[in-house]
C-alpha cells in the first residue's frame, strides 16, 4: 500500500528553494556593492597621491597634470612591470625630442641673430723696446797655401820660457802667427758667459772686442759676432741698461739648458754657486756650451775681465784649420779656463757631457783618475773648469778615450774621425797674466796682444796693467770711459717718448725714523714718465713695484720684505 505525502515535508522542501534564490540574488548584490566600493577607494587613493606628488613637484618647480585632464590614452597590454618600464621610455625618448627641437630652435637664431665679436685684451701699460732680430752674417771660410811670417812673437822670443804644456810636461809653445797664415774670410765668434742677475756696469770690454771685429773685417775679409751664454732664468731678468747695451753692440744672448753637464760631479759640501767661496763649477762649466756653436767657423771664449789690447785675430784663424788653443795660468796651474779658441762641433759638447756625467773628481787623482801632470798633485781651479778642460782636451786616459769614442770622435780602435789638435800659445802675449814667466827685465808690456790680469792698477813696475793705466796706451790715448746706454725714441698711442733707464739708486738708510718708510722711496727723475715697467728686480734679487706718482717723480717700494736695499736699482720708462 502507498504511503501519502505529508503537507508539511512539501512545504519544507518549497522553503529550501526559496531561501537559496535569495542567497543567489543576496550574493549578486553584496558583489556589486563591493566592486563599488573597491573602485571608490581607488579613486580616493589616486587623488591623495597625486596630491603629494603635486605638493613634492611645487617644491622643485616642476609642473603636473592631473590624470583627469590628461588626454585618454590607449590601454597597455603586459604586467604592471613591463608597462611601467615602456612608460618610462616613451617618457625618456618625448624628452630627447624635446631638446633636440630647443637645439635646432637655438641655432636658427644664432644664424639670423650674429653674435658681437669678443672683447679685445687690453694692451698693456708698459712694454719695453723691441730688440732688434739677430742675424747671422756668413762669410766663407778660405784657406791658401802662405809663405811663413819671419817675424812672429814666439820666433822674437818675445814670451815666456816653456810656460806652455802637452798634458804631461812642460814645453816650448805653439807658433799660432805661422799657423793663421794664409786663411781669410770666415765667420767667427767672441764668446762671453754669464751666471746669475748681470749688475752694473756689465761687459766693460766690448769696445776692445769691437775693434777686433772691424780688424777682422777690413784686413781679412771676415764677419764675427758677440754672444753672451746664459741660462734662461738670468737672461729673463736683463735690465733696462743689459738691454739696452746688447742694442748697441749687437749682442747675441745664447741660452744654456744646463751649467754642469748632467749628472756631472760636485762638491755638495762645498757647492755655493756665484759665491767667491764655494765651488766655480757652474761658471766654469757653462762654457762647454761654446764648443757646439756651430754657426761659426771659429771661437774665442774670453772671461770678462779681458782686454783686447792688440792684434789677436790669429787665434781665430788658426782655431779655424782645427785646433784647440788655450794657455797656462799665471799662479802655476797648466790650464786656465778663461780663455780657449777652436773650431765648434757637436760632437765635442757630447764628448764633454759623457765625460762629466761619468766621472768624478778627487783631490788625489783629479777627474776620472787621469791626474794633474804636469802638476804634480791638485792645482787652483782643479776640481772646477780648469782641471775639466785640462784633462779632456790635453790628456789621453782611459775616461777621455771612452767619452771620444762615445761621442763619435774615435773608433773603437782609436782612430780620429775629427782632425783636432789640442796646443798652448805663449800666456805672456795672448793671455798675460801678472808677471809670473813674463816678469823679466827685458819684457815689454808692449808685445801684449791680450790683456786678462790684473785688473786694478799695477802695483809695481814688473806689472802690466789695462790700457787706462798706460802713460800713452795702445792708441796713445787713456781708454775711453764705459759709455751709458743711449735712449731709444718710442711712440706711446698718441704722444711722442723716449725709452729711457732711470736710475733710481738705492736706499741704504736703514734705520731713518723719518718718512716714508726705509722700503719706499720717492725719486725726482728729469722729463715726463709716460709709461714705467710695474717691476723691476736689483742685481742681488730683491724686488721692486715702480708707481708714477707725479709729473717728474716715481715711487719705488720694495716687495719682497719691508726692508731698505743697497744695490742700485734701475727702471725703464717711456719719458717725453
Known amino acids: 500500500m502507498r504511503a501519502k505525502k505529508k503537507p508539511n515535508q512539501e512545504g519544507s522542501a518549497l522553503r529550501q528553494m526559496l531561501v537559496l534564490v535569495l542567497v543567489l540574488l543576496g550574493g549578486f548584490f553584496v558583489g556589486a556593492w563591493y566592486q563599488s566600493q573597491l573602485t571608490l577607494f581607488a579613486d580616493v587613493g589616486a587623488a591623495q597621491l597625486f596630491g603629494n606628488m603635486q605638493a613634492d613637484d611645487a617644491r622643485s618647480g616642476f609642473r603636473a597634470v592631473h590624470p583627469a585632464a590628461a588626454p585618454h590614452a590607449p590601454e597597455v597590454p603586459g604586467t604592471a612591470p613591463e608597462r611601467e618600464e615602456l612608460e618610462e621610455r616613451e617618457a625618456q625618448e618625448a624628452e630627447e625630442a624635446q631638446e633636440a627641437q630647443e637645439a635646432q630652435e637655438a641655432q636658427k637664431i644664432q644664424a639670423t641673430d650674429p653674435q658681437p665679436p669678443p672683447p679685445a685684451p687690453l694692451a698693456p701699460a708698459w712694454a719695453p723696446a723691441p730688440a732688434p732680430a739677430w742675424k747671422l752674417r756668413r762669410s766663407p771660410l778660405k784657406i791658401v797655401p802662405a809663405p811663413e811670417p819671419a817675424h812672429t812673437a814666439l ?31 770666415g765667420t767667427y765668434a767672441f764668446v762671453y758667459a754669464h751666471v746669475g742677475n748681470p749688475g752694473w756696469p756689465w761687459l766693460t770690454f766690448l769696445d776692445s772686442l769691437t775693434a777686433q771685429i772691424r780688424l777682422l773685417e777690413q784686413s781679412y775679409g771676415a764677419t764675427a759676432d758677440i754672444v753672451v751664454l746664459m741660462p734662461p732664468e738670468n737672461a729673463r731678468e736683463l735690465g733696462c741698461k743689459q738691454r739696452r747695451l746688447m742694442e748697441r753692440y749687437k749682442i747675441r744672448v745664447v741660452e744654456v739648458p744646463w751649467t754642469i753637464p748632467p749628472g756631472s760631479w760636485y762638491p755638495a759640501a762645498y757647492w755655493w754657486p756665484g759665491k767667491a767661496d764655494g765651488w766655480c763649477g757652474p761658471q766654469d762649466l757653462m762654457r762647454l756650451h761654446a764648443l757646439g756653436l756651430t754657426d761659426y767657423d771659429a771661437v774665442v771664449f774670453y772671461d770678462q775681465d779681458v782686454e783686447l789690447q792688440k792684434d789677436m ?90 767619452a771620444l769614442v762615445a761621442a763619435g770622435l774615435r773608433d773603437e780602435d782609436g782612430k780620429a774621425r775629427l782632425p783636432l789638435t789640442a796646443a798652448m800659445v805663449d800666456r805672456c802675449i795672448w793671455n798675460y797674466q801678472n808677471d809670473g814667466d813674463c816678469g823679466n827685465p827685458k819684457f815689454n808690456c808692449s808685445v801684449i796682444r791680450v790683456h786678462h790680469k790684473p785688473t786694478h792698477k799695477p802695483e809695481n813696475d814688473r806689472l802690466c796693467g789695462k790700457l787706462k793705466h ?41 734705520n731713518s725714523p723719518q718718512p716714508p718708510p726705509h722700503h719706499i722711496k720717492n725719486v725726482t727723475v728729469s722729463g715726463h714718465p709716460v709709461h714705467c715697467q710695474e717691476e723691476v728686480k736689483s742685481p742681488s734679487g730683491d724686488r721692486f713695484g715702480v708707481r708714477i706718482s707725479g709729473r717728474a717723480q716715481l715711487t719705488i717700494t720694495r716687495l719682497d720684505a719691508a726692508s731698505c736695499w743697497c744695490d742700485d736699482v734701475t727702471v725703464e720708462c717711456c719719458v717725453a
Open 313 to 402: 785675430t790669429a787665434i781665430l784663424r788658426c782655431a779655424a784649420k782645427g785646433h784647440f788653443l788655450s794657455a797656462s795660468g799665471g799662479v802655476g796651474e797648466p790650464f786656465n779656463v778663461g780663455f780657449f779658441a777652436l773650431r765648434p762641433d757637436q760632437r765635442l759638447l757630447r764628448a764633454a757631457e759623457f765625460f762629466g756625467g761619468n766621472v768624478s773628481f778627487s783631490v788625489e787623482s783629479g777627474w776620472g783618475n787621469c791626474a794633474f801632470l804636469p802638476s804634480g798633485s791638485k792645482f787652483v781651479g782643479a776640481e772646477c773648469g780648469q782641471g775639466f778642460f785640462h784633462t779632456l782636451f790635453y790628456k789621453d786616459c782611459k775616461e777621455v778615450r771612452k
Open 155 to 185: 820666433k822674437l822670443g818675445v814670451g815666456c820660457r816653456h810656460c806652455c804644456n802637452d798634458g804631461l810636461v812642460n814645453g816650448p809653445c805653439f807658433d799660432v802667427e805661422t799657423c793663421a797664415a794664409g786663411v781669410s774670410g
Open 470 to 510: 798706460h802713460k800713452g796706451g795702445w792708441t796713445g790715448e787713456k781708454s775711453a770711459p764705459f759709455p751709458e746706454p743711449e735712449p731709444i725714441k718710442m711712440q706711446k698711442g698718441s704722444s711722442s717718448c723716449e725709452n729711457k733707464c732711470l736710475d733710481v739708486g738705492n736706499n741704504c738708510v736703514c
